[in-house]
Structures are given as C-alpha cells and as structure tokens.
C-alpha cells in the first residue's frame, strides 16, 4: 500500500470513527476499534508481508489487535482535538487538550 493509498484508507477510518464517537460518545480506551471491520482490514493490509515470520496465530492475533487499538485510539485523539477546533473554542489549546486526555487516561 503506497502512501497515497495509506492516506485514502486513514481518512476513511477517521470519517468512520468520527459518527462511532459522534453517536456514542465513548472514550476507546480499553474496548474494541470504533469500527472493527474498518480499522481491522487497514491493520491487515498495513502488517501484511511486514510480520516476522515465526510468530504463533495467537502472537500475530495478538500484534493485530493491539495494532487496531493503537488506530483507535490515534483516531479518539483526533476526533477529541477536532471537536474543539470545529466548536471554535479558544479557551483550550491542542496541548490543554492533550494533557487532559492523558491525565483521564493515566488516572
């Protein structure tokens, strides 16, 4: 996948993730990809052919799920820092932001 390809399919998650976060308003930590089939056949077609060989299913299992949680949560953030850019607040930056997120995620 070229990174033009790579670019197309990320938008896709996000645009997908988006109306998941929009609907349930759930924060991703812990729990399953906002949209499991999305963000599971991206991580599949980003780690196909770039797995060492040698690992168990349940070790590629394993990597692949925790790839997807990754995307999720890369997804959640983004959709945290939009929300407050489309809302035109300015009494937040994207670092204030960050930093909440991670004390909520740390605590």
Avoid: C, Y
Avoid at 49 to 65: F, I
């Amino acid at each position: 996948m070229n990174e033009r390809e790579m670019l197309s399919r990320v938008i896709g998650v996000l645009t997908q993730s988006g109306e998941w976060f929009r609907d349930i308003h759930r924060d991703p930590l812990g729990h399953e990809p906002a949209d499991g089939q999305v963000v599971g056949q991206l991580v599949a077609e980003l780690l196909e052919g770039a797995l060492p060989e040698g690992l168990s299913e349940e070790e590629e299992r394993e990597l692949r799920r925790s790839t997807a949680r990754l995307v999720s949560v890369f997804a959640f953030a983004f959709h945290q820092l939009a929300e407050v850019h489309d809302s035109g607040r300015t009494d937040t930056s994207s670092a204030d932001l960050l930093r909440q997120l991670a004390l909520k995620a740390g605590g």
